[in-house]
Structure formats: structure tokens, C-alpha cells
């Protein structure tokens, strides 16, 4: 009797402990935090038909709208001799060794006897030269003018030495900052590309150029008409075609083995926004062969001028998803601001979304993460917010759920 009544203690002791601990457990087990659920309604691509550009029928061309995206490219990109756009690199690596900033000269550079041998040799073997003189004062602006404008090799020759003692160590400087810019189909022999070893392809220059165009300096000198030097005088940009309208600086390039061959910037204003178009068109040949690069270069970046346009992708306050908490209703979540791109038809479009760290109570407005949007080049972040609040899981709720 008395063992049978002491196990009726323990058992109800037991179901005692049993109905306290079963709340207390429930009152410490973690409560799950809300989850973010975005995806926001946007299409895959750009709507509308692609772009039609008008490649050149011969060579390789390239073409690209800075920051924004590419309009692809055409022939076989596969390294070529690309004569004077070779200059391209030079003037970029003299820029960087010695920086100028807008309306400044630079450091002067004397014209030696060796440097008017120089011009004597290259002008007999009917390269393009700026004259010069022994004891002439260049500055360094003018003699980026000199290469660039006029496209003076025997000036090409001068900036090499200048900066690295010898055009053998200046060249190889040329190549080593093609690697790094990521330029697998290019490597100098010259800084002139007078050697037909100076090859690259359409996509390679057209990325240099791009690289070229965002330093001040260089984007002033290629977009002039001409220059006056101290020796040789006037002289005129071999691109015939800067300033009139499409092209607003460029490089150009023509040998027998290179054929024509053009380096190029255009813009276009769109929703506010400049938008910097480069190009690369090479190995035109024909009675008219730097004509033809000059030629299709305008076009294709007409082309391009026609089709960027402002693309709205998500006005503020739309809804992108759900943010899911287990002891209430969801609650909706919006875009932060509105989301605007430039484009082109059947550019790609795509999404993803990082979430910060929330709490089991979240106001109402609150940032509960990034929504990133990627339209062709271009990366746009959205902050998302809730549009009601979450408040904390109730007692009740944590003492009844499963």
C-alpha cells in the first residue's frame, strides 16, 4: 500500500514537471527570424528588336557603349597589324608616367640630332612624320599633339625614349600594360605600328580607347581638328571625320599589311545622362581603305546613337515580394526608389537579392535588404522596404506553436 501510493506521487510529480517544462521549452526554443521573399516582375530582356548595326562587309569591328553595354562585334577577332592605332597605348603609357591635368603643357622635351635623323630616315621610307628641328623645345602636350593629330612615328620614337631611356624598354612597357588591361590578342613591336608585328584585334583596341577616352587630356588632343607646333607648324588630325557631327575623337591607322584601320568615340545624351559609344574598325582594304574605316565607323556608331534609349524597369513603391514571418500574415515589400536603365533591345536582364540582418520586429518602411538589378554592363541597387510592420511573436503564439 505504502509503495503503491509513493508511485502515484512520483507519477504525478512527473506529469507536474511535465506541464511545467513543457511551456518553459516553448518560451526558450528560438523564434525563427522573418525571411525575405523578393523577386520583382521584370522581364528577362530589354524589350523591343536589337539593334541593327551596320558592320563593315570586311576585317573585324568591335562596339560598345560605355558603362552601358555591348553592341557585339563582327569578323574574326584575331590579332591583326593595326599600324598607327598602335599610338594609342603610347600616348595611354606617356599619360601615366607623366600625368597633365587640362590646360597644363608639361615638361619640356628637347629634339636632339639623333631625333632629326630619326624624322630623315622614317620620312624617307614614307612614313607619316611631324617635322623637327635640333635644340626644339616640345612640350609634352604637343608632342602627344604630334602623335596623335598628325600621327608623326618619328614623334612616336621621341615620347618612347623620352619616357624609358629606349624604345626596347618602352615597348616592352607597352605589352605588360596590354596584359594587365586583360589584352590577349595584342602585342607591340613598335610604339608607331609601323612593324606589321604590332597586331592586336577590334576588341582589344576598343576596350584600350575606352580606357584611353577617361583621361581628360588625351579626349581633348583626339578630338581636335588641328594643331600648331614649333617647327612643323600646322598640322591636321588624319581623322577627317572629328567634329562633324558622329565622331568626336578617334585614331587612325593605315599601312599595307594593316589596311585602314580606326579607333573611335561618340556619345549620346540619354534621360540626362552622357553615354561615351567606342568602337574599333580594322583591316579595310581598297583603293580608299582609311576612307573605308573612317566610313563604317560613322555608321556603326549611328547605329548605335539610334538605338540607346531609357529604360524603365520599376517605379518607387512597387511590389518586389513578401517578407514571411510564422506567427503573422506576410507583408508586402517595395522598391525604395525607382529603377531606370539605358539600353537596347534584347538586352539581357537579370536580378538577385541580398537580405540584411533582421530582427523578429521590423517597422513599417524599414530597408530589409538590396534588390540588385544588372542590365547589360550597368548594376543598379534598390533598397527594399516593408510596407507594414512586423511586430514581435505574441506569448500565445510561442506557447502553442509546433
Not at 615597348?171 to 610604339?191: I, L, Q, R, S
Amino acid at each position: 500500500m505504502f509503495v503503491r501510493s509513493i508511485r502515484g506521487i512520483v507519477i504525478t510529480v512527473v506529469i507536474v514537471l511535465i506541464i511545467i517544462a513543457i511551456p518553459v521549452v516553448q518560451l526558450v526554443r528560438p523564434v525563427p527570424k522573418p525571411a525575405a521573399n523578393v523577386l520583382a516582375a521584370l522581364p528577362a530582356k530589354v524589350a523591343g528588336p536589337a539593334p541593327k548595326i551596320q558592320w563593315p562587309t570586311q576585317g573585324q569591328a568591335a562596339l560598345e557603349a560605355v558603362g552601358v553595354g555591348s553592341f557585339g562585334s563582327s569578323g574574326v577577332q584575331a590579332s591583326v597589324p593595326i599600324a598607327s592605332v598602335t599610338k594609342v597605348m603610347t600616348a595611354y603609357l606617356v599619360l601615366q608616367k607623366h600625368p597633365l591635368q587640362l590646360g597644363q603643357q608639361g615638361p619640356s622635351i628637347t629634339v636632339t640630332p639623333a631625333d632629326v635623323k630619326t624624322y630623315v630616315q622614317d620620312k624617307a621610307l614614307g612614313e607619316s612624320v611631324v617635322k623637327v628641328a635640333a635644340g626644339e623645345q616640345l612640350t609634352e602636350y604637343q608632342a602627344l599633339e604630334g602623335l596623335l593629330l598628325p600621327s608623326g612615328n618619328n614623334v612616336g620614337s621621341l615620347l618612347a625614349k623620352w619616357c624609358d631611356g629606349s624604345q626596347a624598354a618602352f615597348v616592352k612597357e607597352m605589352n605588360e600594360t596590354a596584359a594587365k588591361m586583360g589584352m590577349k590578342n595584342t602585342h607591340y613591336a613598335d610604339p608607331t605600328g609601323y612593324s606589321p608585328a604590332s597586331q592586336s584585334d577590334a576588341v582589344d583596341q576598343m576596350k584600350l580607347f575606352a580606357k584611353a577616352m577617361e583621361n581628360p587630356v588625351f579626349r581633348q588632343i583626339v578630338g581636335e581638328p588641328q594643331a600648331v607646333l614649333p617647327v612643323a607648324g600646322l598640322v591636321y588630325n588624319v581623322d577627317s571625320q572629328v567634329g562633324h557631327g558622329t565622331i568626336i575623337g578617334g585614331k587612325t591607322g593605315s599601312t599595307l599589311e594593316a589596311g585602314g584601320c580606326f579607333v573611335f568615340a561618340a556619345q549620346k545624351t540619354v534621360a540626362g545622362q552622357n553615354v561615351l559609344i567606342v568602337g574599333a574598325v580594322l583591316g579595310q582594304k581598297g583603293a580608299q581603305e582609311l576612307e573605308e574605316a573612317l566610313s563604317a565607323s560613322v555608321r556603326i556608331a549611328q547605329d548605335a546613337q539610334k538605338a540607346l534609349r531609357p529604360v524603365n524597369l520599376l517605379q518607387a513603391g512597387a511590389q518586389v515580394g513578401t517578407l514571411n514571418a510564422a506567427w503573422t500574415q506576410p507583408a508586402s515589400l517595395t522598391a525604395g526608389q525607382s529603377v531606370q536603365a539605358i539600353g537596347f533591345g534584347g538586352m539581357p536582364i537579370s536580378q538577385s537579392f541580398k537580405s540584411r540582418t533582421l530582427s523578429d520586429a521590423i517597422p513599417a518602411n524599414a530597408v530589409v535588404g538590396t534588390l540588385n538589378v544588372t542590365v547589360g554592363s550597368q548594376q543598379l541597387s534598390v533598397p527594399v522596404r516593408t510596407s507594414a510592420a512586423i511586430a514581435k511573436p505574441k506569448l500565445t503564439w510561442r506557447l502553442k506553436r509546433l
